[in-house]
């Protein structure tokens, strides 16, 4: 059964750069798409980007200047650099296995919340 | 900012039967793209409830059950239950400008 986990610190300056990384387990990152996403508190969920095994990449129009998302098959492990982060980026951020052709987002990390505050 | 809209909140009593409504455009739902929902109750990872529009994944209960019409989409519950007080939210292909994956606004379940 596949798990993923969310690590990095959970506070952030204005203007510095947000750093997660997401680790799964129980199965291998080949052959699959990773996503970051995120909530701001008493907000919805907002698709930050995605990931292809083979490094391809697509983000939301409304990040894509500031995020960055790449990945590490060997560890197991696909990570977000958010750059130039504002109030506004505080928020939960989940990493999820998907889009998978048909059904979505399928597996998701408990989430980690990151603030960012000076 | 969200271009997927859903009521924020619908309650019920247990047994009984709601209905979460998800509204897109021609752009996205309209066009033909798969719709997805998901259960979140907070503090935990959100589950994938219903994908493509009406299929459950393996361990979800069929009192979940989902469809699609035009531009919109559609999530019920039936035999409403305690444990079913949760977030949910309906998901679809965007487009370039919004983002691929766009999310609805989410709606509030209260079990009375």
């Known amino acids: 059964q596949v798990q993923l986990q969310e690590s990095g610190p959970g506070l952030a300056k204005p203007s510095e750069t947000l750093s997660l990384t997401c680790t799964v387990s129980?199965?291998?990152?080949?052959?699959?798409?990773w996503s970051w996403i995120r909530q701001p508190p008493g907000v919805g969920l907002e698709w930050i980007g995605y990931?292809?095994?083979?490094?391809?990449?697509n983000y939301n129009p409304s990040l894509k200047s500031r995020v960055t998302i790449s990945i590490d098959t060997s560890k197991n492990q696909f990570s977000l650099k958010l750059s130039s982060v504002t109030a506004a980026d505080t928020a939960v951020y989940y990493c999820?296995?998907?889009?998978?052709?048909?059904?979505?987002?399928?597996?998701w990390g408990q989430g980690t919340t990151v603030t960012v505050s000076s | 900012q969200s271009v997927l809209t859903q009521p924020p909140s619908v309650s019920g009593a247990p047994g009984q039967r709601v209905t979460i409504s998800c509204t897109g455009s021609?752009?996205?739902?309209?066009?033909?793209?798969?719709v997805h929902w998901y259960q979140h109750l907070p503090g935990t990872a959100p589950k994938l409830l219903i994908y493509?529009?009406?299929n459950r994944p393996s361990g979800v209960p069929d009192r979940f059950s989902g469809s699609k019409s035009g531009t919109s989409a559609s999530l019920a519950i039936s035999g409403l239950q305690a444990e079913d007080e949760a977030d949910y939210y309906c998901?679809?292909?965007?487009?370039?400008?919004?983002?691929?994956?766009?999310f609805g606004t989410g709606t509030k379940v209260t079990v009375l």
């Open positions: 999820a296995r998907g889009p998978v052709a048909g059904r979505g987002m399928d597996v």
């Open positions: 129980g199965g291998s990152i080949n052959r699959f798409y």
């Open positions: 990931i292809y095994y083979s490094g391809s990449t």
């Open positions: 021609s752009s996205n739902i309209g066009a033909g793209y798969d």
């Open positions: 493509g529009n009406s």
């Open positions: 998901q679809s292909y965007g487009s370039s400008l919004s983002g691929l994956y766009v």
